[in-house]
Nanobody, 122 residues
Framework: QLQASGGGLVQAGGSLRLSCGVSGRIFSRTAMGWFRQAPGKEREFVAVINWSAISTYYADSVEGRFTISRDNAKNTVYLQMNSLKPEDTAVYYC?????????????????WGQGTQVTVSS
């Protein structure tokens, strides 16, 4: 129901754009978020965008480098990642939340994609 893609191997300072296709039944009226999980670490919040795409919220670690966006006509959410660092290496997950507001807690998300690997080499 959520299908993330766009991951890969990139050098530090490079860019990647992740995409997440979502079934219409889920995409409607949900906030969409991106999370990531590095080896041996807990899954952490990256960014979220509300249903109307008017509001966004980012983790401090990616603020100014990553941009979340959505195309409601295509039921797709994106994560543009610029100025990538080795510490951005992780499996990235998209998720959908029916909770009102810009939520950043894992427990607030109802649906999860399968993840896509991002590896940043130094």
């Amino acid at each position: 129901q959520l299908q993330a893609s766009g991951g890969g191997l990139v050098q530090a300072g490079g860019s990647l754009r992740l995409s997440c296709g979502v079934s219409g039944r889920i995409f409607s009226r949900t906030a969409m978020g991106w999370f990531r999980q590095a080896p041996g670490k807990e899954r952490e919040f990256v960014a979220v965008i509300n249903w109307s795409a008017i509001s966004t919220y980012y983790a401090d670690s990616v603020e100014g480098r990553f941009t979340i966006s959505r195309d409601n006509a295509k039921n797709t959410v994106y994560l543009q990642m610029n100025s990538l660092k080795p510490e951005d290496t992780a499996v990235y997950y998209c998720a959908a939340s029916r909770t009102v507001g810009l939520v950043s807690e894992l427990a607030d998300y109802d649906y999860w994609g399968q993840g896509t690997q991002v590896t940043v080499s130094s």
